[in-house]
């Protein structure tokens, strides 16, 4: 991991997690930073996600600090004012503005923070704050993920070199716009709010809202980019020249904190690209591509390494999109498994793409050019079981 000069972070136990492991995170930028972010389209949004979006509208955030086991959605007007009072008592602590510090919750929903235990918590936190405590805060942000998420890239701007980090988390209720997911941004550069938000949304396009688990989406998704300026560059807008090179590393990043996320997907045993080409439109193309990547007979087939062409095929068929059925082929991992109607080669021959631990599903439409790829992992039997047990 690389640190991200002027930004400091820290992950603390406040007592939320039954095993007094991390569970209160706060990451904290040396100066006010340009900030922007994508928040979930579900039409119930949890009390962070709303205090958020109020204060993400000034354009800049200084401080974000997040709590595990606990998402805070479904709680009121009441949960609402806890949110607030967890982040305004972080800003006096920390001497800062209040409408500069979001707050951010993930896990059960339906009751009450904890707030007594958050807030005696936070001088620990602040004490806490380091350059180089990735891994510390991104443990304290996880609910049923399996390992902490963490990423960095560094791009040059000129003579100088900037860097971008994240930290994510993500397991379950995984298919966005967004996901069930958390991911937090942060970087040097000095660039503009509206290049910085353009770019975030390029970003999350191919990346975050490429993704699925199972199809369930959460009231409290929120990803957050937050860009400081210490760098000292001259500030990027979207006709710079650094521009493209920055959204591609942007969205690099988010590809890599995307894939670990999916990889993680609670039991998965498998992690598939759902590739679908030669569509008429783009828009044909996720919706084959979606309603194969969330398909339960689809992604029970990957997890028994079955290759069952004729589940993917099926999917397809009943996506709501028009066409010739005679043009499509399929292909697992390269090898061609059905064209013009029927299969193509005996299951022999492409079976033990299945028993990969990642693989490709290819399906052309032979109906234009446009393309659209989601990633997503198979449904095992532990899936079942982390999601019966989940309160208990």
């Known amino acids: 991991m690389k640190n991200v000069p002027g930004f400091l972070l820290s992950g603390v136990s406040a007592g939320l997690k039954k095993d007094e492991k991390r569970d209160l995170a706060l990451i904290f930028s040396t100066v006010p930073a340009h900030a922007s972010a994508i928040f979930t389209k579900n039409l119930i949004k949890g009390a962070p996600v709303l205090v958020g979006q109020e204060r993400i509208a000034g354009g800049l955030c200084q401080a974000v600090i997040i709590n595990s086991v606990n998402a805070n959605a479904f709680t009121g007007q ?20 209040e409408s500069l510090v979001i707050p951010s919750s993930t896990g059960v929903t339906g009751e009450r923070l904890r707030v007594g235990k958050i807030k005696k918590s936070i001088p620990r936190l602040i004490k806490g704050l380091g350059e180089d405590n990735f891994r510390e805060a991104a443990e304290a942000i996880m609910t049923t993920d399996s390992f902490p998420k963490y990423a960095s890239r560094q791009l040059a701007v000129g003579e100088k070199t900037a860097t971008v980090s994240a ?64 760098l000292g560059n001259k500030q990027i807008t979207e006709k710079s020249g650094d521009y493209g090179e920055f959204v591609d590393v942007l969205s690099s990043l988010c590809g890599e904190i995307a894939e670990m996320i999916v990889s993680d997907g609670e039991g998965a045993t498998k992690v598939v690209r759902i590739n679908v080409t030669e569509a008429g439109t783009e828009r044909d193309a996720e919706k084959i591509a979606r309603t194969i990547a969330t398909s339960q007979l689809v992604k029970t087939a990957f997890y028994g390494e079955d290759a069952n062409w004729g589940r993917i ?80």
Do not use: W
């Open 167 to 230: 930290i994510g988390k993500g397991a379950g209720m995984i298919c966005p716009n967004m996901a069930t997911m958390l991911c937090f941004i942060m970087t040097d550069l000095n660039i503009q709010r509206k290049a910085l938000s353009k770019a975030l949304v390029a970003a999350a396009g191919g990346s975050f809202n490429a993704i699925t688990v199972d199809g369930d989406t959460s009231p409290n998704d929120s990803v957050f980019i937050l860009a400081n300026g210490v």
């Open 78 to 97: 009441k949960g609402y004012e806890d949110s607030l009072e967890i982040a305004d008592t972080l800003s006096g602590r920390l001497g800062i503005d």
């Open 313 to 392: 095929v099926a999917a397809a068929g009943r996506a709501g999109v028009k066409f010739d059925p005679e043009k499509i082929k399929l292909y697992f991992g390269g090898i061609e498994v059905f064209s013009k109607g029927v299969r193509s080669k005996p299951e022999s021959r492409f079976a033990s793409v299945f028993k990969e631990p990642s693989f490709t599903v290819t399906l052309s439409l032979g109906e234009g050019e446009a393309a659209y790829s989601i990633l997503t992992s198979d449904l095992s039997h532990k899936y079942v079981s982390i999601n019966s047990d989940y309160r208990t």
